[in-house]
């Protein structure tokens, strides 16, 4: 058990698998490396203990930060990334929201030495940092692995009273129907699946008269109900433009009175 004293505002602790912490502090704008054994014996009487090894200025006010596979039990101390959530001066201002900070220090010496220094997207919170092989991503979903998934021998559209369900593909650059045809007051349900197999060939939806937008990842499927209450003609398209002309997969929704 150790309660060592190493400043203002700590809040997020990192270790590097040396039997050192190192401890954001957020009031002093440091990251500060400290020695856990060294802090028990501190706690325990031994005055003698030296409990810091080293401390560095941040910019500013450091939230969050994160060890090299820190959070694995193969801890490398190699790496920490301090997540700052305050710029102040060193951007350029663009408006209210700044630009935050994210500082990558490397910690395989005795001294923490600053390597990188970039922008980040207001408020830098939390992320971890591992080796390559670690991760394991699939790039195109299998989509047999969505029960709702459209085909085309379940595409078009069913009714059940005022309830409709529109199943609807996707392949760039068209949806499967020009054009959709409900009446008002009809609760409808659009399922989506994108039948491209091309990696990062995203498609997206958009019925802005309803508020609704959503992506579909290539051989995923996703859905959206609401209800019609808007009469009228009114566009659905995707956002994401992967051909060369915009808005150029679309389909158009008719809401009869």
């Not at 060592?4 to 698998?17: C, M, Q, R, S, V």
């Not at 670690?134 to 069913?158: C, L, S």
Request: hydrophobic fraction near 35%.
């Amino acid at each position: 058990v150790a309660e060592p004293e190493i400043g203002l505002g700590p809040l997020h602790t990192a270790f590097d698998g040396r039997g050192n912490a190192y401890t954001s502090l957020f009031l002093d704008s440091q990251c500060v490396k400290w020695n856990v054994e060294q802090a028990i014996a501190h706690f325990k009487g031994d005055k003698s203990a030296k409990v810091i090894v080293d401390r560095i200025d941040v910019q500013y006010q450091p939230g969050h930060n994160y060890s090299s596979m820190g959070e694995t039990k193969e801890c490398d101390g190699k790496f920490l990334n301090s997540g700052n959530k305050f710029s102040k001066d060193r951007f350029l201002p663009v408006g209210p929201l700044h630009p935050e900070t994210e500082q990558l220090f490397d910690i395989s010496g005795d001294k923490v030495r600053l390597i990188a220094d970039h922008s980040a997207y207001s408020e830098p919170h939390d992320g971890i940092i591992v080796r390559r092989d670690v991760i394991k991503t699939r790039q195109i979903y299998n989509m047999d692995d969505f029960p709702n998934a459209v085909k085309p021998e379940n595409a078009g559209i069913e009714r059940k009273g005022n309830k409709v369900q529109v199943r609807l593909m996707s392949q760039a650059p068209a949806y499967s129907m020009p054009v959709i045809k409900v009446k008002k007051g009809d609760e409808v349900t659009i399922t989506l699946t994108n039948h491209d197999k091309v990696e990062d060939l995203t498609h997206g939806c958009a019925i802005p008269t309803y508020n609704i937008c959503f992506i579909v990842n290539p051989q995923e499927t996703k859905s959206v109900t609401f209800k019609a209450d808007h009469v009228g003609a009114y566009w659905m398209y995707c956002t994401h433009f992967c051909q060369a002309l915009h808005l150029e997969m679309r389909s158009r929704i008719l809401v009869e009175a």
